[in-house]
């Protein structure tokens, strides 16, 4: 197969937007830091990169403590995610629509997070690893997600891929990729695109028409 299908995660393929906002809580209150942090903000900066969620978390700290703060949280999420088996963060059908397209592409997952632990704990609690060929956490790699996208398209040695987002930043690096996007109404942003899906039950019919 030389066509690979990528999904971002957050607002596509799950929304940990509350858990993360209870996690980001209990750390900054076990810890006694002085800083709260909203479901709001959690919520508009899920995809964020490590940089940009940082400021939008903590804009009020200096950009490398705000940094080296932020990541002890996500070690700190990625840890009791450890634990998590609720099924309930999953998209409706995501298991169906990534086993029947496993099939025909290949499959990767191009995050924003810092870490290949929150992607694995999704495909842990989604089952769905057996159907997934590779993916990338780019803030881990200091890559942006257009960047990403290549890699992954070279290590699968695929010469064709589309993209799967739900914001504007993921339809631009998506464009800088060079490389059809696909726009998850229902996730985190409200964007316009040419190519969109209510639901990811509707993405193997679209897919049939763009590839």
């Not at 607002?11 to 980001?24: A, N, Q």
């Not at 963060?89 to 990534?98: G, S």
């Not at 086993?99 to 290949?116: H, M, P, R």
Request: proline content about 2%; glycine content about 4%; aromatic content about 12%.
């Amino acid at each position: 197969m030389e066509e690979i299908v990528l999904f971002d995660l957050d607002g596509t393929l799950w929304d940990t937007s509350i858990c993360t906002y209870e996690f980001v809580k209990d750390y900054l209150k076990n810890n006694n830091y002085p800083y709260e942090v909203s479901l709001e903000v959690v919520k508009n900066n899920m995809g964020n990169n490590l940089s940009g969620c940082a400021e939008g978390y903590f804009p009020q700290v200096e950009k490398k403590k705000r940094e080296e703060l932020l990541l002890k949280i996500f070690q700190y999420e990625v840890d009791r995610l450890n634990e998590y088996q609720k099924s309930d963060i999953i998209y409706d059908n995501v298991y169906e629509v990534l086993k029947d397209l496993s099939k025909k592409y290949k499959l990767g997952i191009v995050s924003n997070c810092s870490t290949e632990e929150y992607i694995e704990n999704f495909l842990r609690i989604s089952k769905t690893k057996e159907f997934v060929t590779d993916y990338i956490p780019a803030s881990k790699y200091n890559l942006t997600k257009g960047q990403a996208m290549k890699e992954l398209m070279k290590r699968t040695h695929c010469m064709k891929g589309i993209y799967i987002g739900d914001t504007k930043k993921d339809q631009d690096e998506s464009n800088k990729a060079n490389i059809p996007f696909v726009y998850a109404e229902y996730g985190f942003g409200k964007i316009e695109n040419k190519y969109k899906i209510k639901s990811i039950k509707e993405l193997p019919a679209l897919l049939e028409r763009i590839i």
